[in-house]
């Protein structure tokens, strides 16, 4: 291991070969890694909303690059969380459903089970043997803090502080903030074994907002990884009493009272941001964002710190409250179409990302293990993040070389999505879903961002071709499969 003198040491030097003039010691970069659950496409200010209200994330989007065409490695959370962490694809570590969801041999005995096929088997653990971005970084002297969901595991021995972070606060395997007799959601009592009770009226966001900021001034003068993880903006729908009754008005004075509602298969689907309750999620999620830069600044050590923004999959519109609408993206969390694989992506590089700047190259959750590395001048962990890309030459402003993106999810949302297969080539999409034999759609997305329209029979021959692309990178996968449900009734 490199002490952390010498690290400092050798980053000069390397900042110097990368900029060609002299540079003042300074530490390596720090890195805080934003990571929202549920937050959809549009659910910002900067991406398009209207009715929610992000001043302080369109702030950040000011000040950095925002990615037009980033996915989520899976349509639901934990497989895009184990992704971001160790470098790989979901498919490649086994993890391709949320932790909870049922396995085949749940199922296999169910009278009650009335899908077509059953699903694949799934991990349920982040292996603890794949070397995570936060054992990358402590390698090179980096302190690590990680707060909010992880998800990741039921056994603690799968917890944050077991996987590279020196302070866990409020992670365990709960994907959501329990909300029973003893738990009250995102007021205390938390019910959560790593997150002690705040005083009451506490909100969750703010509260590991402010576990951030106390991280962040202990450890200013190192350099430091905080993760924050929201619990926000997953159900139990709650927001204070305050932000609902301004987003009450707020609906009331648009004149945004009527719900409007399209079809999703056999759910319905929002096409319409106009719940007070989430947005007041949002703004608050948005509040304890603000926090955090604020402290940077304060602290003046916002120009030397990487501040990465992005959510685990797209919003919620087919189930569970329909709190939000993902227009002009179809679907939503649970579903393979864009409105649940799309996500916002904001990343602020101080004198490295030009303010402002867009990009609409398509990138994916992968790609942040290899991008935080380069950003840190620090040598790749080839062997560990397989599946992504480092992002600096787009945050630079360059290009990457071309190359397809991939989805594969073999089982059944709880909102509605069914198995499938998906690779993103250039323009082009194509889905291939298991139930009824394999159903195939391409979609142009140049053209057609709302997936309105398959035109897989006008263009035989890139279907084809995408489709054996397609199942030649799950053969080199070792996918997993669903199997067909013997005892399946059509409806």
């Known amino acids: 291991m490199i002490n952390r003198a010498i690290t400092i040491f050798l980053f000069c030097i390397v900042a110097c070969g990368f900029t060609g ?22 659910d910002v200010g900067s991406y398009g909303s209207t009715f929610y209200e992000t001043p302080y994330i369109d702030a950040l989007a000011a000040k950095g690059m925002s990615f037009t065409n980033a996915y989520a490695a899976s349509p639901v959370c934990s497989p895009t969380r184990a992704s971001i962490l160790a470098g790989k694809h979901p498919v490649r570590l086994g993890t391709t459903d949320w932790f909870g969801a049922p396995q085949p041999e749940d199922v296999y005995n169910r009278k009650t089970w009335k899908n077509q096929l059953f699903p694949a088997s799934y991990k349920e653990y982040l292996p603890l043997e794949e070397k995570t971005i936060a054992e990358a970084l402590k390698e090179y002297g980096y302190t690590t803090f990680f707060a909010g969901k992880w998800h990741l595991g039921y056994d603690e021995r799968y917890w944050p502080e077991h996987q590279g972070f020196d302070v866990n606060k409020g992670g365990f395997f709960m994907g959501h903030p329990p909300r029973n007799g003893k738990a009250n959601g995102y007021f205390p009592p938390y019910g959560n074994p790593r997150l002690g009770d705040g005083p009451k009226g506490e909100y969750l966001p703010h509260r590991l907002a402010e576990e951030t900021v106390t991280f962040i001034e202990q450890h200013q003068d190192q350099p430091f990884l905080a993760y924050l993880s929201f619990y926000s903006v997953h159900t139990p729908l709650m927001t204070t ?23 999703e298969g056999n759910r319905k689907v929002r096409k319409i941001q106009n719940h007070a309750v989430y947005a007041g999620m949002v703004e608050a999620m948005d509040q304890a964002v603000g926090r955090i830069t604020s402290k940077l600044r304060e602290l003046d050590i916002d120009d030397n710190t990487i501040i990465i923004f992005t959510s685990d999959n797209g919003g919620l519109s087919t189930a569970e409250g329909h709190p939000t609408s993902n227009m002009p993206l179809r679907a939503g969390k649970g579903w393979l179409y864009e409105g649940g694989i799309r996500v916002p992506l904001i990343i602020k590089w101080p004198e490295v990302t030009k303010p402002g700047s867009v990009s609409t190259e398509p990138v994916i959750s992968m790609d942040f293990y290899p991008t935080i590395l380069h950003a840190a001048y620090l040598p790749p962990e080839s062997e560990q993040h397989l599946d992504g890309q480092s992002l600096v030459p787009l945050l630079k402003g360059e290009v990457l070389d071309h190359r397809p993106l991939y ?10 999505g069914s198995p499938g297969s998906v690779i993103r080539d250039g323009k082009w999409k194509l889905i291939e879903w298991y139930e009824d034999r394999g159903k195939i759609e391409l979609y142009n997305l140049h053209k057609d961002i709302e997936e309105k329209y398959d035109v897989s029979d006008e263009y035989p021959d890139t279907t084809k071709r995408l489709y054996e692309q397609l199942k030649e990178w799950r053969s080199s996968m070792d996918a997993r499969e669903p199997s067909l449900n013997p005892i399946y009734k059509p409806r």
């Open 407 to 416: 989805w594969h999810y073999p089982h059944y949302g709880n909102q509605g």
């Open 21 to 42: 003039k002299r540079v003042t010691l300074k530490q390596p970069p720090n890195i805080i890694f934003i990571l929202v659950d549920d937050l959809g496409w549009k």
């Open 241 to 263: 009493e305050e932000l609902q009754a301004k987003y009450e008005r707020k609906r009331e004075e648009l004149g945004l009272t009527n719900n409007w509602w399209g079809k």
